[in-house]
């Protein structure tokens, strides 16, 4: 501290400064009494000594300061280098507002430097996800490949089957890339809800349609219990798609000739839409984990599914402010549920 930049330079500069003051006080007093007397000398010793004393506070005061600003350094590289944020000291003028304003810049650091390792780790996990994902249906396309090329296989029937199992692993592969791209740029940040005043009973609807060919080979029915004029602030197009990841969820683990139901419930506080279906219902061990990638609670259900439509569905409705949730009863029924506050 002794030897700090400021020091010296404060050294220098009242050395300079108190010499010049003292030539021109013994100068000036000289000139009023016109010879060197006791008195003169006297003068000019109490002016040095007025010195001495306003350069041991002036000194005092400095090094105070600069352990002070020192201290601060320290802390923000205490912030910087470690996990732990020592408590922040307050203090009154601009010291503590220093202080406070450093706390908040080192803060603002540290969450930026969060959300950068966050994005890279979600990167990285998107990449490894989509290429563990891909080895299965690409090695089984190879081998399909193969088979069919080297002529080993003569049979038109058989042919046929092959060639229809390569058209399912293609769509698989495109749906499995779509969506994974779809929930990376929402995770991301990337996509932009616009929550707009929709149509609920519209938006409904739309997404029923989008799956009625599937539940028609099912012969399964969607029944929708929603006021006409039932409002909703959300964006509807991807509200759309996230009901109809549900409603196929749904009808994949419902049995045939089953009920899907599609309820609205509306209060002062919020809105709720219920997707209910009578299928074969959720373990309670299964339950936490239905929303992660690639998580498939019976895999014998629709085979070329990729789990992944749970995931992109509450991606959508957390991106849009809203929350699911899901009740479910093994063997008896599954129930999601969007709120979506006012």
């Not at 058209?167 to 707009?196: C, D, H, P, Y």
């Amino acid at each position: 501290m002794k030897n700090s930049y400021e020091l010296r330079k404060f050294n220098k500069y009242y050395i300079v400064w108190g010499s010049l003051l003292l030539l021109g006080f013994s100068v000036a007093a000289y000139a009023v009494l016109h010879e060197f007397t006791a008195r003169l000398w006297i003068m000019i010793g109490a002016c040095f000594l007025v010195e001495v004393m306003i350069y041991v506070i002036a000194i005092m005061e400095l090094r105070h300061i600069c352990r002070d600003v020192r201290q601060a350094t320290d802390i923000m590289i205490k912030m910087v280098d470690n996990d732990d944020i020592p408590p922040e000291p307050y203090e009154q003028g601009e010291l503590g507002e220093l202080y406070s304003n450093l706390y908040k810049l080192v803060g603002a650091l540290r969450d930026s430097k969060d959300k950068e390792q966050q994005e890279k780790k979600f990167l990285r996990d998107i990449m490894s996800d989509i290429s563990h994902q891909l080895k299965t249906p690409l090695a089984a396309l190879v081998v399909f490949m193969d088979l069919l090329y080297d002529g080993r296989v003569m049979e038109a029937e058989k042919r046929k089957e092959i060639i229809n199992e390569s058209k399912n692993q293609l769509t698989r592969m495109e749906w499995m890339v779509l969506s994974m791209l779809k929930l990376a740029r929402i995770e991301a940040g990337a996509i932009q809800f616009e929550n707009v005043s929709c149509n609920l009973k519209t938006l409904l609807y739309q997404s029923v349609e989008s799956v009625t060919y599937l539940t028609k080979e099912r012969g399964q029915s969607i029944h929708i219990s929603c006021d006409d004029n039932e409002q909703l602030v959300c964006d509807g197009d991807w509200l759309v798609e996230g009901i109809i990841n549900l409603l196929k969820n749904a009808s994949d683990y419902s049995p045939e000739n089953g009920k899907i139901e599609i309820e609205v419930e509306k209060t002062s506080m919020y809105t709720r839409i219920y997707v209910k279906d009578n299928g074969m219902g959720i373990p309670d061990e299964d339950l936490p984990n239905i929303f992660k990638r690639f998580y498939r609670v019976n895999k014998e259900v629709n085979p070329n599914s990729v789990g992944i439509g749970l995931s992109l569905t509450k991606s959508i409705v957390e991106g849009m402010g809203g929350k699911i949730t899901v009740r479910s009863r093994l063997g008896e029924y599954t129930h999601f549920i969007l709120t979506f506050v006012h």
